[in-house]
């Protein structure tokens, strides 16, 4: 059985059986396939590179090529048990629109994303004055497809306002579970539970 | 270049043998193989309200039905296409149209399925249409022919399908109008269909398309051979209009970077611009090749006929406007493809079917495949679009 990645390891874990996901953002299908193998999920996908979507059709998953700031809007409302963000939301021009979309087609919806606000990334900006390019932000800032840098309290701070709440929440630190205390400081990830 | 499938019936003749729907399939049962003919009795019931009886089919099949056919795979051809998918084209003596798709280790197999392909309603190359003598007159139908549709063709398929066993379609799979075919299967017979590839093509004719049509059309019946329609007793067809009809179709199949790449401005065997009408530049010899070999293999009458089925075709239409209505009744997974220099049905008209999909909480996958090579790319090699069909087909659940 393949390693899922770290976050996406705590999302399968989390994805009640037999529910119905979409996964957006969804890479070569990884997630899918495990929550569809293990899970007996019935998962879609979307995403923007089609070698990607090409990689996750061959594996027989059902997946489209399209982009999380324009192709949500064609979904109906509540339409899945959950709808999957991980490590996608930085990169979208309107992270807070892609959010309500996500809560309107998903009864609830998983976020993850890498903080900005990690020691690593402060003391790369701090004490060297550049943009930092490390294991967590391997891009340069020309080149990185983040585009909307945030940090854990920058995303509890939208939910909160947006009146979003927080069903559930996990820490990561490398492949290791980080505690909450210091998580702004001490998680190189976060993962969100939410529903609206 | 040219190869035949191997195949486990025999190559010749025509099949005269009734309907036998109970029959258990055999791998030398006369209905099976190349270079098949079948008149059903029908009647097929038209969209116009008219009926067609009998209902003829020119057909081919690769590969061998296992127990209950759930194997079975449709495939439909585009516009001008026929049934000769994977094996050599009998007036030209080309490969098949989609060999690079369909044979041995390709990614629809004969060594796992069972695989269908025919001629459509309207066409030419066996199938009723306009040049087959109407049973009342025993002349041709010419203009009598009735006007078809998408729909139609589609319904003389399953009539096809009824004839050779074949309750339940693993894959119905097209491009372009093929493509249409295969959309028109999921709203026509949700039930007997398990998937759906639709490569290249669109729910509904946009005004550029009918327009594109319609200078065909034109061209064609501008000819004074047309004479109405009636040209087939004098043996004398229109080929000169419907030479121009391919021509400007064909345009429409390429790309403007595909053309410029081809031909550029470059001139036909000559050194210096003639200044006369003769074909100076490479791309008019191209072209005008293009024309006159398309007149030796199709029939003009056909032509009109089919591009206006096209022309009407409006799934969303069929379904009280809205096209995920046209989905709802199946449980059939979906695959969209298009082509990103695609002009002639857009990766936009592709788009529109996928949300229509996913309005319908259907089981959706939609890639759009880079190519130079325009419309004509689900045609050319392709590994992108072969992996994504072979992965489609072959680990869908």
Same mark, same amino acid.
């Given at each position: 059985?393949?390693?899922?990645?770290?976050?996406?390891?705590?999302?399968?874990?989390? =994805?009640?059986? *037999?529910?119905?996901?979409?996964?957006? +953002?969804?890479? #070569?299908? /990884?997630?899918?396939? &495990?929550?569809?193998? $293990?899970?007996?999920?019935?998962?879609?996908?979307?995403?923007?590179?089609?070698?990607?979507?090409?990689?996750?059709?061959?594996?027989?998953?059902?997946? =489209?090529?399209? *982009?999380a700031?324009?192709?949500?809007? +064609?979904?109906? #409302?509540? /339409?899945?048990?959950? &709808?999957?963000?991980? $490590?996608?939301?930085?990169?979208?021009?309107?992270?807070?629109?892609?959010?309500?979309?996500?809560?309107?087609?998903?009864?609830?919806?998983?976020?993850?994303?890498?903080?900005?606000?990690?020691w690593?990334?402060?003391?790369?900006?701090?004490?060297?004055?550049?943009?930092?390019?490390?294991?967590?932000?391997?891009?340069?800032?020309?080149?990185?497809?983040?585009?909307h840098?945030?940090?854990?309290?920058?995303?509890?701070?939208?939910?909160?306002?947006?009146?979003?709440?927080?069903?559930?929440?996990?820490?990561?630190?490398?492949?290791?579970?980080?505690?909450?205390?210091?998580?702004?400081?001490?998680?190189?990830?976060?993962?969100?539970?939410?529903?609206? | 270049?040219?190869?035949?499938?191997?195949?486990?019936?025999?190559?010749?003749?025509?099949?005269?043998?009734?309907?036998?729907?109970?029959?258990?399939?055999?791998?030398?049962?006369?209905?099976?193989?190349?270079?098949?003919?079948?008149?059903?009795?029908?009647?097929?019931?038209?969209?116009?309200?008219?009926?067609?009886?009998?209902?003829?089919?020119?057909?081919?099949?690769?590969?061998?039905?296992?127990?209950?056919?759930?194997?079975?795979?449709?495939?439909?051809?585009?516009?001008?296409?026929?049934?000769?998918?994977?094996?050599?084209?009998?007036?030209?003596?080309?490969?098949?149209?989609?060999?690079?798709?369909?044979?041995?280790?390709?990614?629809?197999?004969?060594?796992?399925?069972?695989?269908?392909?025919?001629?459509?309603?309207?066409?030419?190359?066996?199938?009723?249409?306009?040049?087959?003598?109407?049973?009342?007159t025993?002349?041709?139908?010419?203009?009598?022919?009735?006007?078809?549709?998408?729909?139609?063709?589609?319904?003389?398929?399953?009539?096809?399908?009824?004839?050779?066993?074949?309750?339940?379609l693993?894959?119905?799979?097209?491009?372009?109008?093929?493509?249409?075919?295969?959309?028109?299967?999921?709203?026509?017979?949700?039930?007997?269909?398990?998937?759906?590839?639709?490569?290249?093509?669109?729910?509904?004719?946009?005004?550029?398309?009918?327009?594109?049509?319609?200078?065909?059309?034109?061209?064609?019946?501008?000819?004074?051979?047309?004479?109405?329609?009636?040209?087939?007793?004098?043996?004398?067809?229109?080929?000169?209009?419907?030479?121009?009809?391919?021509?400007?179709?064909?345009?429409?199949?390429?790309?403007?970077?595909?053309?410029?790449?081809?031909?550029?401005?470059?001139?036909?065997?000559?050194?210096a611009?003639?200044?006369?009408?003769?074909?100076?530049?490479?791309?008019?010899?191209?072209l005008?090749?293009?024309?006159?070999?398309?007149?030796?293999?199709?029939?003009?009458?056909?032509?009109?006929?089919?591009?206006?089925?096209?022309?009407?075709?409006?799934?969303?239409?069929?379904?009280?406007?809205?096209?995920?209505?046209?989905?709802?009744?199946?449980?059939?997974?979906?695959c969209?493809?298009?082509?990103?220099?695609?002009?002639?049905?857009?990766?936009?008209?592709?788009?529109?079917?996928?949300?229509?999909?996913?309005?319908?909480a259907?089981?959706?996958?939609?890639?759009?495949l880079?190519?130079?090579?325009?419309?004509?790319?689900?045609?050319?090699?392709?590994p992108?679009?072969?992996?994504?069909?072979?992965?489609?087909?072959?680990?869908?659940?």
């Amino acid at each position: 059985m393949i390693d899922l990645r770290p976050d996406l390891a705590i999302i399968a874990r989390n =994805v009640a059986p *037999d529910s119905r996901v979409l996964d957006i +953002g969804c890479g #070569d299908g /990884a997630l899918m396939a &495990a929550l569809r193998d $293990r899970h007996g999920v019935d998962a879609r996908g979307l995403e923007i590179d089609p070698a990607n979507v090409s990689a996750a059709v061959a594996r027989g998953l059902s997946v =489209v090529q399209g *982009d999380a700031d324009t192709d949500l809007a +064609g979904y109906p #409302d509540q /339409a899945f048990d959950y &709808a999957i963000l991980s $490590r996608t939301l930085q990169t979208t021009r309107r992270p807070d629109r892609v959010l309500d979309h996500l809560l309107r087609i998903g009864r609830q919806a998983f976020v993850s994303f890498p903080n900005f606000a990690h020691w690593r990334v402060r003391a790369s900006l701090l004490f060297g004055g550049r943009m930092p390019v490390n294991r967590l932000l391997p891009e340069r800032w020309y080149d990185t497809p983040n585009i909307h840098h945030v940090t854990i309290d920058d995303f509890r701070a939208m939910v909160a306002e947006r009146g979003i709440a927080i069903d559930a929440e996990w820490f990561l630190s490398g492949d290791k579970r980080a505690r909450p205390a210091g998580a702004n400081i001490f998680a190189e990830h976060a993962v969100f539970l939410l529903h609206r | 270049m040219a190869r035949r499938l191997a195949t486990p019936t025999q190559p010749t003749g025509l099949n005269q043998r009734p309907p036998g729907r109970n029959q258990r399939a055999m791998p030398d049962d006369a209905r099976y193989g190349l270079r098949r003919h079948v008149t059903l009795s029908g009647p097929l019931s038209l969209d116009s309200g008219a009926a067609l009886t009998p209902v003829e089919f020119g057909y081919e099949t690769y590969g061998v039905p296992n127990a209950d056919a759930s194997n079975a795979i449709l495939i439909c051809h585009a516009l001008t296409g026929d049934q000769y998918v994977a094996s050599d084209h009998p007036v030209t003596g080309k490969p098949g149209w989609w060999s690079r798709m369909v044979g041995p280790g390709k990614p629809i197999d004969p060594d796992r399925h069972f695989i269908i392909c025919t001629n459509v309603l309207g066409s030419c190359m066996g199938s009723s249409g306009p040049a087959t003598i109407d049973p009342a007159t025993g002349a041709p139908f010419a203009m009598h022919f009735p006007v078809i549709t998408v729909r139609d063709m589609v319904r003389a398929q399953a009539m096809l399908l009824d004839h050779l066993g074949v309750s339940r379609l693993h894959a119905v799979v097209g491009g372009s109008m093929g493509g249409m075919q295969a959309l028109s299967w999921a709203a026509t017979f949700p039930q007997r269909i398990e998937a759906v590839v639709v490569i290249a093509s669109t729910a509904r004719h946009s005004a550029q398309n009918i327009a594109f049509h319609e200078v065909g059309r034109q061209a064609i019946m501008a000819d004074p051979k047309w004479r109405e329609g009636d040209y087939y007793a004098a043996a004398d067809p229109p080929a000169a209009g419907l030479a121009v009809a391919r021509m400007a179709a064909h345009i429409t199949y390429l790309s403007e970077a595909g053309l410029t790449e081809k031909f550029g401005r470059k001139l036909q065997a000559r050194e210096a611009k003639t200044f006369g009408f003769d074909a100076d530049f490479q791309v008019e010899s191209y072209l005008r090749y293009q024309g006159l070999s398309f007149t030796d293999r199709f029939d003009a009458n056909a032509y009109l006929y089919i591009t206006r089925a096209m022309d009407y075709f409006d799934l969303g239409e069929e379904h009280g406007g809205l096209l995920a209505n046209a989905f709802r009744a199946t449980d059939a997974r979906f695959c969209v493809v298009s082509f990103d220099t695609d002009w002639l049905y857009p990766t936009s008209e592709s788009r529109a079917i996928v949300q229509a999909l996913n309005a319908a909480a259907k089981r959706v996958s939609f890639v759009e495949l880079s190519s130079p090579f325009g419309h004509d790319a689900f045609l050319l090699e392709s590994p992108q679009l072969n992996a994504v069909v072979a992965g489609f087909l072959g680990n869908g659940r």
